[in-house]
Nanobody, 123 residues
Framework: QVQLVESGGGSVQAGGSLRLSCVNS????????MAWFRQAPGKEREFVAA????????EYEESVKGRFSLSRDNAKNTVFLQMNGLKPEDTAVYYC????????????????WGQGTQVTVSS
């Protein structure tokens, strides 16, 4: 079974940076696309970024383009979300998700989820 564990969240001031990590500590015998979603208080969970198994293709939500960068190290079963130029509106719980096959922006397509990590950006 796939088991995703996120880390790297925290509190920063606006303009700061954080690097989130997501490790698959369970089953890793399939080619999993990985994605990050986030949920702010009182809002629905939304897509942030996704990456293919090979790492050659990524997709980003419009508001994070140019600020966030997603990468992966398959030898370590880990994906990284580098977040620069953080804004207060980036405050949310960030979730890592995995699915076999190609990625997509719809959370219903992802059967595997981490527990989430809190990111708080103060102005």
């Amino acid at each position: 079974q796939v088991q995703l564990v996120e880390s790297g969240g925290g509190s920063v001031q606006a303009g700061g940076s954080l690097r989130l990590s997501c490790v698959n500590s369970g089953r890793a015998d399939e080619d999993y696309a990985m994605a990050w979603f986030r949920q702010a208080p009182g809002k629905e969970r939304e897509f942030v970024a996704a990456i293919t198994w090979t790492g050659k293709t990524t997709e980003y939500e419009e508001s994070v383009k140019g600020r966030f960068s997603l990468s992966r190290d398959n030898a370590k079963n880990t994906v990284f979300l580098q977040m620069n130029g953080l804004k207060p509106e980036d405050t949310a719980v960030y979730y890592c998700a995995a699915k076999s096959g190609y990625y997509g922006p719809d959370e219903v397509d992802y059967p595997y989820w981490g527990q989430g990590t809190q990111v708080t950006v103060s102005s």
